[in-house]
């Protein structure tokens, strides 16, 4: 193969590559599955829809803590919540998520 060849092949690897500020936001992504509190939360999250209290109960983490995590999660899309009376019930964003997870699971667990 001679070096021009190889050159354009280089230069058409990388024009096939997203956008940097996509990639940054892909970064970003994973920085938030990068904390096993908010890793267990989206667990729970795939099971069923919960409150900040269920979610507290079930983790052995205060609600306080619970909260701040889930807010990051919001803001990162990965959760969203259903307010019923005073209570706020939270579930997956959409079901990337939980392809997301799963697929980092079977990722981890492969032999």
């Keep these: 193969m001679n070096e021009e060849t190889?050159?354009?092949?280089?230069?058409?690897?990388?024009?096939?590559?997203?956008?940097?500020?996509?990639?940054?936001?892909?970064?970003?992504?994973?920085?938030?599955?990068?904390?096993?509190?908010?890793?267990?939360?989206?667990?729970?999250?795939?099971?069923?829809?919960?409150?900040?209290?269920?979610?507290?109960?079930?983790l052995n983490l205060s609600p306080s803590a619970i909260s701040h995590q889930l807010r990051i999660l919001r803001q990162a899309r990965l959760v969203r919540y259903n307010k019923v009376g005073k209570e706020v019930y939270y579930s997956l964003d959409d079901d990337h998520i939980q392809k997301i997870f799963e697929s980092g699971l079977e990722h981890i667990t492969e032999m």
């Design 6 to 58: 190889r050159e354009q092949q280089l230069h058409n690897v990388l024009a096939t590559l997203p956008k940097p500020e996509l990639l940054y936001e892909l970064s970003e992504l994973f920085k938030i599955f990068g904390d096993s509190t908010r890793i267990q939360i989206l667990s729970l999250l795939l099971r069923k829809e919960l409150c900040v209290g269920e979610i507290s109960s079930l």
